[in-house]
């Protein structure tokens, strides 16, 4: 199972704000960062809007923040609210046959694995993530060398790192 860019995106929205507390932070900034599209990014801040995660202010001083305490804020929440996970759905096939047996065992499975996934994710705060060295380094002050968020997979770790 793969997250959406739209879902990454918003994660990684909120990472930077959670690392830049009380901070005034613009879409623009976020984009800078992470070196994407600012109006892509403009999206992903009205969905997280919606959902209560961000606050935006307009004007001179305007900008984003987080509208709820790190710790408050699961991973798993975030997911399925930016994702659009599809629903098993009815055992009927096209013409009103009913499905075979492996076609609604498929489905029980899916929805296992699925349930699998975001649980993962369910024990995941935002606090969690951002207080990851290897996630957060370098968000602070918005002047990263790489412009870029350093999540460095666990396979990709050397020792002492």
Known sequence: MRLTLHTEHAVHMLVYLAVNPGARVTVADVAAFYGTSRNHLMKVALNLGRAGYVRGARGRSGGLSLARHLEGIYLGEVVR?????????????????????????????????????????????????????????????????????????????????
């Open 81 to 161: 609210h930016m994702e659009a996970f599809a629903s098993s759905g009815s055992t009927r096939m096209e013409h009103g046959q009913r499905a075979p047996s492996s076609a609604i065992s498929l489905a029980g499975l899916a929805a296992a694995a699925l349930k699998a996934y975001l649980g993962v994710f369910d024990q995941c705060t935002l606090a969690d993530l951002a207080s990851g060295c290897k996630v957060s380094q370098g968000l602070r002050g918005r002047d990263s060398p790489s412009g870029r968020l350093g999540m460095v997979p666990a396979w990709q770790q050397t020792e002492g790192s």
